[in-house]
Protein backbone atom coordinates (compact mmCIF):
# COMPACT_ATOMS: atom_id res chain seq x y z
CA UNK A 1 0.00 0.00 0.00
CA UNK A 2 0.95 3.92 0.29
CA UNK A 3 3.07 5.37 2.36
CA UNK A 4 3.33 8.88 3.10
CA UNK A 5 6.41 10.27 4.75
CA UNK A 6 6.23 14.46 6.20
CA UNK A 7 8.62 16.61 7.65
CA UNK A 8 9.51 18.28 9.29
CA UNK A 9 6.95 17.39 12.64
CA UNK A 10 7.15 20.63 13.34
CA UNK A 11 8.20 24.41 12.05
CA UNK A 12 8.79 27.36 13.56
CA UNK A 13 9.09 30.49 11.72
CA UNK A 14 9.05 34.69 12.11
CA UNK A 15 6.44 36.50 10.27
CA UNK A 16 6.97 36.90 7.30
CA UNK A 17 9.45 34.09 6.24
CA UNK A 18 8.51 30.97 4.32
CA UNK A 19 7.80 27.78 5.03
CA UNK A 20 8.39 24.58 2.88
CA UNK A 21 6.98 21.34 4.04
CA UNK A 22 7.78 17.82 2.07
CA UNK A 23 6.61 14.62 1.46
CA UNK A 24 7.25 11.69 -0.21
CA UNK A 25 5.43 9.11 -1.17
CA UNK A 26 6.18 5.15 -1.81
CA UNK A 27 3.18 3.85 -4.54
CA UNK A 28 4.31 5.65 -8.29
CA UNK A 29 0.67 5.07 -9.10
CA UNK A 30 -0.73 7.60 -6.68
CA UNK A 31 -2.12 10.25 -8.23
CA UNK A 32 -3.63 13.29 -6.17
CA UNK A 33 -1.90 15.49 -3.52
CA UNK A 34 -4.24 17.28 -1.61
CA UNK A 35 -2.89 19.55 0.94
CA UNK A 36 -4.75 20.07 4.66
CA UNK A 37 -4.54 22.60 7.17
CA UNK A 38 -6.14 21.47 10.89
CA UNK A 39 -6.59 24.29 13.68
CA UNK A 40 -7.01 23.31 16.88
CA UNK A 41 -10.37 21.56 18.03
CA UNK A 42 -11.14 21.56 14.30
CA UNK A 43 -11.33 19.45 11.49
CA UNK A 44 -8.91 19.52 8.26
CA UNK A 45 -9.46 21.66 5.77
CA UNK A 46 -8.74 21.36 2.11
CA UNK A 47 -5.89 24.50 1.40
CA UNK A 48 -4.46 22.90 -2.39
CA UNK A 49 -3.95 20.07 -4.24
CA UNK A 50 -2.56 18.87 -7.03
CA UNK A 51 -2.57 15.95 -9.63
CA UNK A 52 0.12 14.05 -11.14
CA UNK A 53 -0.52 15.94 -14.99
CA UNK A 54 1.43 19.22 -13.56
CA UNK A 55 4.42 20.18 -11.76
CA UNK A 56 3.35 23.41 -9.64
CA UNK A 57 0.05 24.56 -8.66
CA UNK A 58 -0.10 27.93 -6.82
CA UNK A 59 -2.99 29.75 -4.67
CA UNK A 60 -2.00 33.06 -3.62
CA UNK A 61 0.13 32.60 -1.06
CA UNK A 62 0.24 29.17 -1.23
CA UNK A 63 2.04 26.78 -3.72
CA UNK A 64 2.92 23.05 -4.10
CA UNK A 65 4.95 21.22 -6.43
CA UNK A 66 5.11 18.01 -7.20
CA UNK A 67 8.62 15.64 -8.76
CA UNK A 68 6.87 12.50 -9.45
CA UNK A 69 10.03 11.07 -10.72
CA UNK A 70 11.91 11.23 -7.09
CA UNK A 71 7.97 10.76 -5.57
CA UNK A 72 8.06 13.60 -3.56
CA UNK A 73 5.93 17.49 -3.18
CA UNK A 74 5.99 20.07 -1.28
CA UNK A 75 4.28 22.77 0.35
CA UNK A 76 5.18 26.40 0.28
CA UNK A 77 3.95 29.34 2.35
CA UNK A 78 5.24 32.70 1.40
CA UNK A 79 4.76 35.55 3.54
CA UNK A 80 3.82 33.83 6.25
CA UNK A 81 1.16 35.15 8.99
CA UNK A 82 0.34 34.42 13.03
CA UNK A 83 -3.08 32.91 11.40
CA UNK A 84 -0.75 30.63 9.08
CA UNK A 85 -0.09 28.90 12.16
CA UNK A 86 -1.68 25.20 12.51
CA UNK A 87 -1.00 21.38 11.56
CA UNK A 88 -0.73 20.86 8.16
CA UNK A 89 -1.43 17.37 6.17
CA UNK A 90 -0.37 16.11 3.33
CA UNK A 91 -1.67 13.07 1.55
CA UNK A 92 -1.18 10.96 -1.25
CA UNK A 93 -4.20 8.67 -3.48
CA UNK A 94 -4.66 7.09 -6.49
CA UNK A 95 -7.40 8.75 -8.42
CA UNK A 96 -10.20 6.15 -8.69
CA UNK A 97 -13.23 6.11 -7.05
CA UNK A 98 -12.67 3.48 -4.33
CA UNK A 99 -9.08 4.30 -3.01
CA UNK A 100 -8.51 6.61 0.24
CA UNK A 101 -6.45 8.78 0.75
CA UNK A 102 -3.03 8.38 2.56
CA UNK A 103 -1.85 10.80 5.02
CA UNK A 104 1.25 11.91 6.40
CA UNK A 105 2.39 12.44 9.93
CA UNK A 106 1.28 16.45 10.01
CA UNK A 107 3.38 19.22 10.46
CA UNK A 108 2.87 21.94 13.24
CA UNK A 109 3.58 25.57 11.72
CA UNK A 110 3.85 28.34 14.82
CA UNK A 111 4.53 31.72 12.81
CA UNK A 112 5.86 34.13 15.59
CA UNK A 113 4.69 37.53 15.31
CA UNK B 1 -19.20 24.94 -2.06
CA UNK B 2 -18.09 21.88 -0.93
CA UNK B 3 -19.19 21.72 3.29
CA UNK B 4 -19.25 18.96 5.17
CA UNK B 5 -21.42 19.16 8.51
CA UNK B 6 -20.93 17.15 11.76
CA UNK B 7 -22.87 16.92 14.86
CA UNK B 8 -22.61 17.08 17.29
CA UNK B 9 -19.44 18.66 17.69
CA UNK B 10 -18.88 17.08 21.27
CA UNK B 11 -20.61 14.65 23.30
CA UNK B 12 -19.94 13.41 27.14
CA UNK B 13 -21.66 9.96 27.89
CA UNK B 14 -20.97 7.40 30.29
CA UNK B 15 -19.62 4.25 29.67
CA UNK B 16 -21.93 1.59 28.27
CA UNK B 17 -24.03 3.94 26.22
CA UNK B 18 -24.15 4.70 22.44
CA UNK B 19 -23.18 7.36 20.58
CA UNK B 20 -25.06 8.76 17.26
CA UNK B 21 -22.37 10.96 15.19
CA UNK B 22 -24.09 12.53 11.93
CA UNK B 23 -22.36 13.52 8.86
CA UNK B 24 -23.59 15.44 6.01
CA UNK B 25 -22.29 16.41 2.70
CA UNK B 26 -24.61 20.62 2.66
CA UNK B 27 -24.19 21.57 -1.22
CA UNK B 28 -22.94 18.47 -2.94
CA UNK B 29 -23.64 14.59 -3.29
CA UNK B 30 -20.95 12.34 -1.62
CA UNK B 31 -20.50 9.52 -3.79
CA UNK B 32 -17.97 8.33 -0.71
CA UNK B 33 -18.00 9.05 2.86
CA UNK B 34 -15.08 8.00 5.17
CA UNK B 35 -14.78 8.29 9.49
CA UNK B 36 -11.89 9.14 10.63
CA UNK B 37 -10.47 8.95 14.89
CA UNK B 38 -7.99 11.29 15.42
CA UNK B 39 -5.80 11.09 18.88
CA UNK B 40 -4.41 13.93 20.22
CA UNK B 41 -1.16 15.60 18.06
CA UNK B 42 -1.37 12.45 15.67
CA UNK B 43 -2.39 12.32 11.90
CA UNK B 44 -6.16 10.88 10.89
CA UNK B 45 -6.35 7.17 11.29
CA UNK B 46 -8.94 5.94 8.71
CA UNK B 47 -11.92 3.85 10.18
CA UNK B 48 -14.21 2.82 7.33
CA UNK B 49 -15.08 4.14 3.82
CA UNK B 50 -18.86 3.26 3.39
CA UNK B 51 -20.77 4.12 -0.63
CA UNK B 52 -24.33 5.13 -0.40
CA UNK B 53 -26.79 2.06 -0.08
CA UNK B 54 -24.03 -0.13 0.64
CA UNK B 55 -22.51 -1.63 3.64
CA UNK B 56 -18.77 0.27 4.98
CA UNK B 57 -15.54 -1.93 4.61
CA UNK B 58 -13.67 -1.34 7.94
CA UNK B 59 -9.96 -0.85 8.16
CA UNK B 60 -7.98 -3.80 9.46
CA UNK B 61 -8.46 -3.64 13.67
CA UNK B 62 -11.91 -1.19 13.46
CA UNK B 63 -14.46 -3.55 15.51
CA UNK B 64 -17.85 -3.21 12.76
CA UNK B 65 -20.19 -4.73 15.48
CA UNK B 66 -18.90 -1.32 17.40
CA UNK B 67 -18.50 1.43 15.21
CA UNK B 68 -21.88 1.27 13.52
CA UNK B 69 -21.59 3.01 10.25
CA UNK B 70 -24.87 3.53 8.22
CA UNK B 71 -24.46 5.81 4.54
CA UNK B 72 -27.99 6.28 4.32
CA UNK B 73 -27.97 8.77 0.78
CA UNK B 74 -25.79 10.63 -0.90
CA UNK B 75 -25.53 13.34 1.85
CA UNK B 76 -25.73 11.41 5.41
CA UNK B 77 -23.73 9.22 7.44
CA UNK B 78 -24.13 8.36 10.70
CA UNK B 79 -21.70 6.59 13.17
CA UNK B 80 -22.58 5.28 16.34
CA UNK B 81 -20.25 3.52 19.13
CA UNK B 82 -22.22 1.36 20.79
CA UNK B 83 -21.52 0.27 24.13
CA UNK B 84 -18.72 3.08 24.30
CA UNK B 85 -16.16 2.78 26.75
CA UNK B 86 -13.11 5.12 28.04
CA UNK B 87 -10.85 4.02 25.38
CA UNK B 88 -13.02 5.13 22.56
CA UNK B 89 -12.58 9.02 23.76
CA UNK B 90 -11.18 10.93 20.69
CA UNK B 91 -11.94 13.04 18.33
CA UNK B 92 -14.19 11.50 15.14
CA UNK B 93 -13.86 13.28 11.93
CA UNK B 94 -16.14 12.23 8.59
CA UNK B 95 -15.10 13.00 5.28
CA UNK B 96 -17.39 13.13 2.26
CA UNK B 97 -15.79 13.15 -1.68
CA UNK B 98 -17.56 14.80 -3.95
CA UNK B 99 -17.57 13.76 -8.41
CA UNK B 100 -14.40 15.74 -8.75
CA UNK B 101 -12.75 13.80 -6.44
CA UNK B 102 -11.92 16.24 -4.19
CA UNK B 103 -12.48 15.11 -0.60
CA UNK B 104 -13.68 17.14 1.96
CA UNK B 105 -13.60 17.10 5.90
CA UNK B 106 -16.49 17.77 8.45
CA UNK B 107 -15.52 19.85 11.52
CA UNK B 108 -14.89 16.61 13.62
CA UNK B 109 -16.30 15.42 16.63
CA UNK B 110 -14.99 15.06 20.05
CA UNK B 111 -16.39 12.48 22.46
CA UNK B 112 -15.57 11.76 26.04
CA UNK B 113 -16.69 8.87 27.87
CA UNK B 114 -16.75 8.78 31.59
Known amino acids: GENVEQHPSTLSVQEGDSAVIKCTYSDSASNYFPWYKQELGKGPQLIID?????GEKKDQRIAVTLNKTAKHFSLHITETQPEDSAVYFCAARKNNAGNMLTFGGGTRLMVKP | GAVVSQHPSWVICKSGTSVKIECRSLDFQATTMFWYRQFPKQSLMLMAT?????????EQGVEKDKFLINHASLTLSTLTVTSAHPEDSSFYIC??????????FGPGTRLTVT
Open chain 2, 95 to 104: SARDRDRGQY
Open chain 1, 50 to 54: IRSNV
Open chain 2, 50 to 58: SNEGSKATY
